[in-house]
């Protein structure tokens, strides 16, 4: 027995060394996000978030939709429309009205009778893109940070005998929609000499005629597809969906031409819509994003580009921008 302990003890300590010197798993990107500290995450406030109940489903459970508005400088005109349109409790009692496939969900007044808010502004199609040098170049500044943050990272995973992930020089890849893109204040945006924010998956943009219309915000999308950039600067985008999707993408398609409902018995009632911070405290959603800013944010969009976990066979060596979700995630109510 003393003979097989002395074996056995022998066999350890030539196992034990091998398995010390394993490398540490490589941490998915949504690994990364959630060991994020709390200084690098950013609280949305109420005021910014647009509360949407459908009718229940079968089961009588809530569908909530929660939608997080875009911040100044962009879309600002049809974003103060569509507070107006909350406050005044107008989307209420209206529906969902078309469902396209790899495309768009919309909701708004199917009858289009519905009288509007008195005080909507006629938005200008220039406002589909910032022009404001200052501000232009304030955000092109930023992103430009994040762009350097990230490849510094690179630099550093290298010199540290990390395995290669990508050259640097690569996240310069020409958009074919845009002269340069990047995140700012949270949100995907692309530009050239002016700069505007980009049809990603979730993206809520407005719904309008032919040009020169623009839409007054009454009428409203969520992007359930393939991100549609074709629509970058063709129409407002004026938020994203940070919860709820599911109730959305779920839908029956419309069988009509793009998807909208044959009948009033196909579409999905809207029970109300609101600003959360309308809404009583206990039902205030409370949700917050990893800032863009952050290192923690760099080593997100890099495992993002790059996928290195125990899944993946060939990183990537670069991603679409839309590919590039930025984290958003609930608080608990304090």
């Not at 459970?61 to 103060?80: D, E, H, N, T, Y």
């Not at 845009?178 to 700069?195: E, I």
């Not at 997100?300 to 679409?320: E, K, L, S, T, V």
Request: glycine residues 8%.
């Amino acid at each position: 027995m003393k003979h097989l302990l002395l074996a056995a003890s022998a066999a350890a300590s030539l196992i034990l060394p091998v398995a010390a010197s394993e490398p540490a798993p490589i941490p998915s990107p949504g690994e990364i996000a959630a060991a994020a500290p709390a200084s690098d995450w950013i609280a949305i406030a109420p005021s910014d978030l647009l509360v949407m109940d459908l009718a229940p489903d079968a089961k009588g459970k809530p569908r909530r939709v929660v939608i997080q508005l875009m911040p100044a400088p962009f879309s600002r005109g049809w974003i103060g429309n569509i507070r107006k349109l909350a406050a005044a409790h107008w989307w209420d009692g209206t529906s969902i009205n078309r469902v396209q496939d790899n495309y768009v969900v919309q909701w708004g007044d199917a009858t289009e009778k519905k009288p509007l808010p008195i005080g909507l502004a006629t938005v200008p199609e220039s406002e589909y893109q910032i022009e404001d040098r200052p501000a232009v170049m304030r955000i092109i500044e930023t992103m430009h940070r994040n762009k350097v943050r990230i490849e510094e990272l690179v630099r550093q995973q290298r010199r540290s005998g990390s395995p290669r992930i990508y050259a640097p020089e690569m996240r310069t890849k020409v958009d074919p929609y845009a002269d340069l893109q990047g995140f700012a204040q949270g949100w995907p945006v692309a530009g050239s000499t002016g700069l505007w924010p980009i049809h990603c998956y979730g993206a809520v943009g407005v719904g309008r005629n032919l040009s020169p219309d623009t839409g007054s915000g009454a009428e409203l999308y969520a992007v359930i597809g393939h991100a549609p950039r074709h629509l970058d600067r063709n129409i407002a985008v004026v938020g994203r969906v940070i919860s709820g999707i599911e109730h959305l993408s779920s839908l029956p398609r419309g069988t009509e031409a793009l998807g909208f409902y044959k009948t009033e018995a196909e579409r999905m009632p809207i029970a109300s819509i609101r600003i959360a911070s309308e809404l009583p405290a206990a039902d205030q959603p409370q949700f917050e994003y990893l800032s863009t800013e952050s290192d923690s944010f760099a080593r997100y969009a890099d495992a993002r580009a790059n996928r290195r976990d125990p899944f993946f066979i060939r990183p990537a060596g670069g991603a679409d921008i839309c590919n590039i979700p930025v984290p958003v995630r609930p608080v608990a109510a304090k």
